[in-house]
């Protein structure tokens, strides 16, 4: 199972780049559900190149911010920078800001070691991130942005330590760490080949900005089927229980993801193989790695349990005949009773169960052998009378 990803991202960066797959799946899922994502790990590892070419995969009507934070960003910058020809004019002097230079009003915003800010600019991003507006006390001023984008050497995980209100900051971004894959001379070969291939074609179609907000749309439209909606509870439950910090808000977060996999793929409809997305949330790695486990139990579960529904209507239907007074009182009638449980207690020995349903299985097992003695007792009986 794996993830549906945008084309032209897929288009600029295979043959270009070696280990791309999982960061062009990030980067669509990210761009289909509006989350902002950060790209982390060790330097060298292709993260700036890499975005540098999926950025060229959008047009003019797109507007891009690119920027490399350091210590002295702060809060005024994330706000645009302040207006100092309003903060310093002679008459009613007051704090006003640029919000047309803000990275929040551009359509892309890409963050070069963008968690290396001051902490008040962090806790500024996570408000504007949380509201989906600029807010200067009583003035708010909606933003433009649909994608933002952080690539950092600092992990998500370092973040956590600087506080609630920065670890608050660091829940809201799905997350792909970057490593170095590359663990033989056959894939450095491969790294020196590609690597002389000169500049990125450009795709074709490029992206408008009217088609990120369609597929953002269509992901919200997304519905979960049933096995889906239960295999994704069961995931996360597993992730909390083996002590994964799974906010209720990552929870709904997981079930966007699920749901943007389906519309990258064109469905209107999310399956189990969308799960995998979910892994781009924090905490739920653990548990997507045993997916295949886990969906082929819940489907096993599924098989076993419509077998036996179907096995018990039977029995249910041969007890309410052997109880039918308003037949006569034949042995032909009791024979052809057993006769009916004696099929159905052949088809349930042979259902294969997962444990969760053997003990229901021996149960009916029980009854129906119970009723079959009885059935051939009232033929003998009905005979000798």
């Known amino acids: 199972m794996s ?25 669509s899922l990210s761009l289909a559900t509006g989350y902002p994502l950060a790209v982390t790990g060790s330097g060298g590892n292709a993260k700036s190149a890499m975005m540098g070419a999926i950025l060229g995969c ?5 507007t891009k911010w690119v920027q490399s934070l350091h210590e002295e960003f702060s809060a005024d ?17 007051e704090k006003r800001y640029l919000i047309e230079n803000s990275m929040f009003m551009s359509n892309i915003a890409v963050l070069e070691e963008g968690f290396d800010a001051r902490p008040r600019a962090l806790a500024a991003m996570k ?6 507006q600029i807010r200067m006390g009583t003035k708010q001023a909606p933003v433009a942005n649909r994608w933002l984008v952080v690539l950092s050497n600092r992990g998500t995980d370092e973040l956590s330590e600087m506080g609630p209100a920065i670890e608050a900051l ?3 971004f799905l997350t792909l760490e970057q490593e170095d894959c590359f663990s033989s001379d056959s894939e450095i070969r491969e790294l020196l080949r590609v690597a002389q291939r000169a500049g990125v074609e450009r795709p074709t179609p490029l992206i408008t900005l009217g088609d990120i907000e369609h597929l953002q749309d269509s992901t919200k439209l997304v519905d979960l089927d049933g096995e889906t909606t239960d295999l994704l509870a069961g995931l996360l439950h597993q992730a909390r229980e083996s002590g994964q910090a799974i906010s209720p808000r990552s929870m709904v977060r997981a079930m966007v993801m699920v749901k943007a996999s389906a519309a990258l793929a064109g469905r209107m409809t999310a399956t189990a193989d969308d799960l995998p997305a979910i892994a781009y949330i924090p905490g739920t790695l653990g548990v997507i790695q045993e997916l295949d486990q886990e969906v082929a139990r819940k489907r096993a579960i599924t098989v076993g349990r419509n077998a036996l529904d179907l096995v018990r209507m039977r029995y249910e239907a041969a007890a309410a005949s052997y109880n039918d007074c308003g037949k006569p009182q034949s042995p032909t009638h009791f024979m052809r009773v057993a006769k009916t449980l004696k099929a159905a207690e ?36 009905v005979t000798t009378l």
Do not use: H, M, Y
């Open 58 to 62: 959008f047009d003019k009507s797109v």
């Open 77 to 93: 910058d994330v706000f645009g920078g302040i207006d100092f020809s309003a903060l310093t004019r002679a008459d009613n002097p």
């Open 170 to 172: 660091a829940q809201r």
């Open 3 to 27: 993830v549906s990803i945008i084309p032209q991202f897929a288009q600029v960066l295979d043959g270009r780049f070696l280990f791309w797959e999982a960061f062009a799946e990030a980067a």
């Open 346 to 381: 052949q088809e349930i020995d042979s259902i294969s169960c997962p444990d969760s349903l053997t003990s229901e299985r021996n149960n009916l097992r029980k009854q129906i052998a119970d009723l079959i003695i009885k059935a051939q007792s009232k033929a003998l009986e």
């Open 127 to 132: 408000d504007v991130l949380t509201s989906g």
